[in-house]
């Protein structure tokens, strides 16, 4: 049997950079490693659509993918879209006088003859159903690598961090959709109520008109608050596994990639109901709380007045999310459904 060929239309790298990037990147390497041919481009022609069993548009928005969706109509080429958060009810009110009328004159027609819309947890899912057929709309999670593990010691030591405190890290594209600011706010009064030396860690950077009025509000509060920039792929790594708890206050979440990250090095979690971490964390170290200061101050007061866990904990935790989210086990889940697709073509 030929592999299955598998072409993948993204945006452009700028709007990639996170989440995107790192669970397109995961995706492509898992399914090459169950034997399907992925191709991934930001824009493509005809020949090269032709030669696709199935092409996958990832995200919304974008004016050429609009165009190749309807070159794939005319072509008789089955096509799938994962929007990836961008029509959940958040991001969707988020200058809602543009995104509506282009969403119905440019965008709904085309994900109309989708042969699957693809959310990552069933949450998104229910919000696409709204909009779509509700046969049509699947759900299948974001995977991760099964490496890297738990390494909290060495992970402090090689940062810097005093063992006697604790360490709050924030650590996604710094935007007003995140809740950044709410935390900010939040922080000094968590500090005084823990009673415990603490400091908070943003990692990520974003527009300068969201982030410096943060920055010059976290340094007069008082409180500890480091601002560390961009750290993607490989450098994040030792910023989540050092963290006592890693907090995303986020108002809006497909999937949160960062949250099961963060899960995947023994980091306990406390975010929000904008993420679907409260159906899909069942049994892990997730506490779930409203975007707002005074629940946010309460969360972070309890987690940083928990004992910390130990090693065997941070252990199961990692054993847990890579049994249920590791991609050698959730690409064969989109083998699957890229090969449905694929058969059912005229």
Same mark, same amino acid.
């Given at each position: 049997?030929? +592999?299955?060929?598998? &072409?993948?239309?993204?945006?452009?790298?700028?709007? *990639?950079?996170?989440?995107?990037?790192?669970?397109?990147?995961?995706?492509?390497?898992?399914?090459?490693?169950?034997?399907?041919? =992925?191709? *991934?481009?930001?824009?493509?022609?005809?020949?090269?659509?032709?030669?696709?069993?199935?092409?996958?548009?990832?995200?919304?928005?974008?004016?050429?993918?609009?165009?190749? *969706? /309807?070159?794939?109509? /005319?072509?008789?080429?089955?096509?799938? =879209?994962? !929007?990836? $958060?961008?029509?959940?009810?958040?991001?969707?009110?988020?200058?809602?006088?543009?995104?509506?009328?282009?969403?119905?004159?440019?965008?709904?027609?085309?994900?109309?003859? /989708?042969?699957?819309?693809?959310?990552?947890?069933?949450?998104? @899912? *229910?919000?696409?159903?709204?909009?779509?057929?509700?046969?049509?709309?699947?759900?299948?999670?974001?995977?991760?690598?099964?490496?890297?593990?738990?390494?909290?010691?060495? @992970?402090?030591?090689? %940062?810097?961090?005093? !063992?006697?405190?604790?360490?709050?890290?924030?650590?996604?594209?710094?935007?007003?959709?995140?809740?950044?600011?709410?935390?900010?706010?939040?922080?000094?009064?968590?500090? @005084?109520?823990? $009673?415990?030396?603490?400091? &908070? =860690?943003?990692?990520?950077?974003?527009?300068?008109?969201?982030?410096?009025?943060?920055?010059?509000?976290?340094?007069?509060?008082?409180?500890?608050?480091?601002?560390?920039?961009?750290?993607?792929?490989?450098?994040?790594?030792?910023?989540?596994?050092?963290?006592? =708890?890693?907090?995303?206050?986020?108002?809006?979440?497909?999937?949160?990639?960062?949250?099961?990250?963060?899960?995947?090095? $023994?980091?306990?979690?406390?975010?929000?109901?904008?993420?679907?971490?409260?159906?899909?964390? /069942?049994? &892990? !170290?997730?506490?779930?709380?409203? +975007?707002?200061?005074?629940?946010?101050?309460?969360?972070?007061?309890?987690?940083?007045?928990?004992?910390?866990?130990?090693?065997?904990?941070? %252990?199961?935790?990692?054993?847990?999310?890579?049994?249920?989210? $590791?991609?050698?086990?959730?690409?064969?889940?989109?083998?699957?459904?890229?090969?449905?697709?694929?058969?059912?073509?005229?």
């Amino acid at each position: 049997m030929n +592999p299955l060929r598998i &072409l993948f239309v993204e945006p452009p790298a700028a709007r *990639r950079v996170g989440g995107v990037e790192t669970a397109l990147a995961g995706l492509a390497g898992a399914l090459r490693l169950v034997g399907a041919e =992925v191709i *991934r481009a930001e824009t493509t022609g005809a020949a090269e659509l032709d030669a696709a069993d199935v092409v996958h548009f990832h995200g919304l928005w974008e004016r050429a993918h609009s165009a190749l *969706r /309807a070159l794939c109509i /005319a072509r008789g080429r089955p096509f799938i =879209v994962s !929007p990836h $958060g961008m029509l959940e009810p958040w991001a969707l009110a988020h200058k809602r006088w543009k995104k509506l009328p282009y969403f119905h004159l440019r965008e709904r027609p085309g994900l109309k003859r /989708a042969a699957a819309i693809l959310a990552t947890s069933e949450a998104e @899912a *229910r919000n696409l159903r709204r909009w779509f057929a509700p046969e049509r709309v699947r759900a299948i999670p974001l995977g991760l690598p099964e490496t890297p593990g738990p390494d909290y010691a060495a @992970a402090r030591a090689r %940062l810097g961090w005093p !063992p006697e405190e604790r360490v709050v890290v924030f650590l996604s594209r710094l935007h007003a959709k995140k809740g950044l600011h709410v935390l900010i706010e939040a922080w000094p009064a968590v500090v @005084a109520r823990a $009673g415990v030396p603490a400091r &908070l =860690v943003i990692v990520g950077d974003g527009e300068a008109d969201y982030v410096e009025p943060l920055r010059r509000a976290s340094a007069a509060s008082g409180a500890r608050v480091d601002w560390i920039g961009a750290q993607w792929g490989e450098a994040k790594w030792p910023w989540l596994r050092g963290a006592d =708890v890693f907090c995303l206050p986020t108002f809006s979440e497909n999937f949160g990639l960062v949250v099961p990250e963060a899960l995947l090095v $023994g980091t306990p979690v406390v975010t929000t109901p904008g993420t679907p971490w409260g159906e899909l964390g /069942a049994g &892990l !170290p997730v506490a779930i709380t409203e +975007p707002t200061v005074t629940a946010l101050t309460e969360a972070l007061t309890a987690a940083l007045r928990s004992p910390r866990p130990d090693e065997a904990t941070r %252990l199961q935790t990692h054993a847990t999310v890579t049994a249920r989210f $590791g991609w050698s086990r959730l690409a064969n889940d989109y083998l699957a459904l890229y090969r449905s697709i694929s058969s059912s073509r005229p």
